[in-house]
């Protein structure tokens, strides 16, 4: 069956560090999600890509970035992580951006800390 | 700007009881419509749907939503709910105008006494 699996589940790192979680679908679909989940905050949309060699800014960008090289993939780098980065990450696809199949499809999160 | 509000933070119905969660969207046209759940340490499940034709939608679980244009509400119901059901519940709409995207509302945790 198709998934979209994340790695690490769980990871802690200290302030500083360069820190990438790793996102994979089998979906096939063109678009990929990055959001992170906090307390009083619901959903918020980090970074987002429509298809390879496509990525875009959501509304929290700032001190994360993407890339997209394949259709499957789409790493989530934290270049140097902060302690207002401890939260729990997911990543989501869909297949199209319009249309009746508009909706994403979840991982199961990376809870991140940050020490 | 869009937005999503998800009033109820927090709700406690017994078990068997029937349920309703609000949602309000603030868009100037129709979006599309969603409901999702995540129980503890999971990811997002979709619930139901709605793009167009028939207000009331049916999902997965049991549950049910009624999109209602005049009061900018997509609530989500259940006639009888069951313990399982204890799970934080989030609406989104996806604006016509911002290709994949969705807007998530703050959710509502909900949980079931026995």
């Known amino acids: 069956d198709a998934e979209i699996t994340q790695s690490p589940r769980h990871k802690i790192t200290e302030t500083g560090r360069q820190v990438t979680l790793a996102c994979h679908q089998t979906?096939?679909?063109?678009?990929m999600f990055w959001y992170r989940q906090d307390l009083g905050h619901g959903l918020r949309l980090i970074h987002y890509s429509y298809g390879v060699q496509d990525t875009n800014k959501g509304e929290v960008s700032d001190g994360y970035s993407v890339s997209r090289s394949n259709t499957e993939d789409l790493p989530l780098t934290l270049e140097s992580a902060a302690s207002s980065q401890t939260s729990v990450y997911f990543c989501?696809?869909?297949?199209?951006?319009?249309?009746?199949?508009?909706?994403?499809?979840f991982g199961p999160g990376t809870r991140l800390t940050v020490t | 700007a869009q937005s999503v509000t998800q009033p109820d933070i927090h709700i406690t119905v017994s078990e068997g009881a029937s349920l309703e969660l609000r949602c309000n969207y603030s868009y100037g046209a129709t979006p599309y419509l969603f409901w999702y759940v995540q129980s503890p340490g999971q990811g997002l499940q979709l619930l139901l749907k709605y793009f167009s034709g028939d207000t009331l939608v049916q999902g997965i679980k049991g549950f049910e939503a009624e999109f209602k244009r005049s009061q900018s509400s997509f609530n989500l119901r259940k006639p009888s709910v069951h313990w399982s059901d204890a799970a934080e519940y989030f609406c989104?709409?996806?604006?016509?105008?911002?290709?994949?995207?969705?807007?998530f509302g703050q959710g509502t945790e909900l949980s079931v006494k026995p």
């Open positions: 979906w096939n679909h063109n678009n």
């Open positions: 989104a709409v996806g604006p016509h105008n911002q290709g994949g995207k969705l807007i």
């Open positions: 989501a696809s869909s297949e199209n951006p319009s249309g009746s199949r508009r909706e994403q499809y």
